[in-house]
């Protein structure tokens, strides 16, 4: 018998609507905006409001449900393979266009956890 134990990733991902999505080098201490920052801030399309994190065991934080956030998810402080999700601004449309949209963005932010951490 054996088992496997995955390394720890050191990088966090950074997705979605900023200038330079990329895995960029885990630093200790520091949140959200930090490494949006570091990805070239984001676009003039991007909804922060919005914004989301899928931690490394692959549970989600949001801006959305009960009022324990005081500054949002970019005030979290980050780990190493976190994923921070930046969404498009929705530009109109019905509610059910917009949720897949939203939809369609947490899918592709983790394939691309998935992906990375695997190889």
Do not use: C
């Amino acid at each position: 018998d054996s088992v496997f134990i995955p390394k720890l990733p050191q990088f966090v991902l950074v997705s979605g609507q900023v200038y330079n999505s990329n895995a960029i080098t885990y630093r200790a201490h520091h949140d959200a905006r930090w490494y949006l920052r570091q990805a070239g801030g984001p676009t003039n399309q991007a909804n922060l409001k919005a914004a989301f994190i899928i931690r490394a065991n692959g549970s989600v934080l949001s801006n959305q449900g009960s009022g324990m956030w005081e500054g949002g998810a970019l005030t979290t402080a980050i780990e190493p393979g976190d994923n921070i999700v930046v969404p498009e601004k929705a530009v109109g449309g019905s509610n059910g266009w917009k949720n897949l949209i939203a939809v369609a963005q947490l899918a592709q932010a983790a394939a691309m956890t998935a992906f990375v951490v695997t190889h």
